[in-house]
């Protein structure tokens, strides 16, 4: 038990998928999961851990941004032993050829500030993904026939963001979308020599203003869970 996560030892398993809603983390242990239990709900941050084609998987909620998520990854790694961390979430597309539903695996992952800043001081880390984790999510949305992108988002840490200049030059960079969680993710990871990915469903689209419908969600959502749990097991 630790301070935001008050699972017992054994409770958690090695490799966690981490969506930022605590509902949808239920959502996808009730839906994908055999004989889910719920192990966490310290705060509200929903946890549940059962097995999905019989190898054990915990889905635990991160919260909205980096901060949140750095508390639940640090303590996940450090008290309960996870070992594979794949995010599994919305994002917004910033490229034309982005369509809203598709499937973007996050290769690297930039960002203006996060938790970890303060350890770098003048260094700047280039956080990315674990490349069995990418290599496999890739392989396991192609058998799918998901729309599909690899390569470089942006992590956020403002939700209202007032400055179209820095998406013009991300968009102009080829950034393939934003969220507010990877970067962060990746960081902590890195620091614990542990795998990570973010495989994310775009939801809406900030160059066209296309968004996805409420009722059509669970399908795209669907997508993303297999693909992270494919490439978990791969």
């Known amino acids: 038990m630790t301070v935001h996560i008050g699972a017992k030892p054994g409770e958690i398993a090695e490799t966690v998928l981490m969506p930022g809603d605590p509902y ?105 993904a674990d490349w069995s984790l990418i290599s496999a999510a890739a392989k396991a949305a192609e058998s799918r026939s998901v729309a599909t992108h690899v390569g470089g988002i942006y992590s956020s840490d403002v939700f209202y963001d007032e400055r179209p200049d820095l998406i013009e030059q991300m968009t102009r960079h080829g950034v393939l979308a934003v969220e507010m969680e990877a970067a962060e993710l990746y960081t902590v990871a890195a620091r614990y020599g542990r795998r990570a990915l973010a495989v994310l469903t775009i939801s809406d689209h900030l160059l066209t203003g296309a968004a996805l419908p409420s009722d059509q969600r669970e399908k795209s959502f669907s997508d993303m869970v297999e693909i992270a749990l494919e490439a978990a097991f791969a």
């Open 24 to 128: 949808r983390a239920k959502w996808v242990a009730e839906t994908f999961l055999d004989n889910p239990v719920c192990v966490n709900e310290v705060r509200g941050m929903l946890g549940f851990t059962g097995t999905w084609r019989g190898n054990r998987v915990t889905v635990h909620g991160s919260g909205m941004g980096m901060p949140s998520l750095s508390i639940y990854a640090n303590e996940l790694i450090r008290d309960y032993g996870a070992k594979t961390l794949i995010r599994i979430g919305s994002a917004g597309a910033m490229q034309e050829r982005v369509a809203v539903r598709d499937v973007v695996l996050a290769m690297t992952a930039s960002t203006v500030s996060t938790p970890s800043r303060g350890i770098f001081r003048e260094l700047s880390f280039a956080p990315c």
